[in-house]
């Protein structure tokens, strides 16, 4: 069964730094890998797809990483912003599925 | 812009009432998630649809929940009866997905649900 853990569950910095979101996944067998940010009491919204064939994937700011053999990805965020806060999800599709396995989230946050 | 859309936005219910979510899912998309999210469990997947026929219900409570799409632009899910503990936001996802290609998944901006 996948597995999705992102460390840590919470994270602050301040302004200004660059900085990296972890998510890890048991099974290195996926289609693809997502980002996701989520505002508080709103919906989900998509940042980066990383496909299996691919090593990253880039949009402004956001870099995303996927290392398959290691299980693992990274989104880096450059010159972090207080618009950044927010808690950003990861989510991998299994092979021969159509779903979406979670994890948990890193809650941001961005200080002035 | 094309966007998942979900309705209504917020309920609160009496136990024992029949609670139904609609969404619309983006067109052209064949492939409808439905997932609830809670402090405690965050994100489970409730259940999910490919060209209209569902595949997996089996995050669902079979007694309560129910899950259909009558058309490719119609989702809905069904609690009958609610419980405080279905209390939670609810959020319907679509994505265009073929063999292991897949666009990415967008979501709606769901429904908060709160049984009293």
């Known amino acids: 069964k996948q597995e999705v853990t992102q460390i840590p569950a919470a994270l602050s910095v301040p302004e200004g730094e660059n900085l990296v979101l972890n998510c890890s996944f048991t099974d290195s067998a996926i289609y693809n890998l997502q980002w996701f940010r989520q505002d508080p009491g709103k919906g989900l919204t998509s940042l980066l797809l990383?496909?299996?064939?691919?090593r990253e994937q880039t949009s402004g700011r956001l870099n995303a990483s996927l290392d398959k053999s290691s299980g693992r990805s990274t989104l880096y965020i450059a010159a972090s912003q207080p618009g950044d806060s927010a808690t950003y999800l990861c989510?991998?599709?299994?092979?021969?599925?159509?779903?979406?396995?979670f994890g948990q989230g890193t809650r941001l946050t961005i200080n002035p | 812009d094309a966007r998942v859309t979900q309705t209504p936005r917020d309920k609160v219910t009496e136990m024992g009432q029949e609670v139904t979510m609609r969404c619309q899912p983006i067109?052209?998309?064949?492939?409808v998630f439905w997932y609830r999210q809670t402090m405690m469990q965050g994100l489970e997947l409730l259940a999910y649809f490919r060209n209209r026929a569902p595949l997996d219900d089996s995050g669902m409570p079979k007694d309560r929940f129910s899950a259909e799409m009558p058309d490719a632009t119609l989702a809905t899910l069904k609690i009958q009866p609610s419980e405080p503990r279905d209390s939670a936001v609810y959020f319907c996802a679509s994505a265009r997905i073929l063999g292991s290609q897949n666009t990415e998944a967008f979501f709606g901006q769901g429904t908060r649900l709160t049984v009293v």
């Open positions: 067109l052209g998309h064949n492939t």
């Open positions: 989510a991998v599709r299994p092979p021969g599925a159509q779903k979406l396995v």
């Open positions: 990383i496909q299996s064939s691919q």
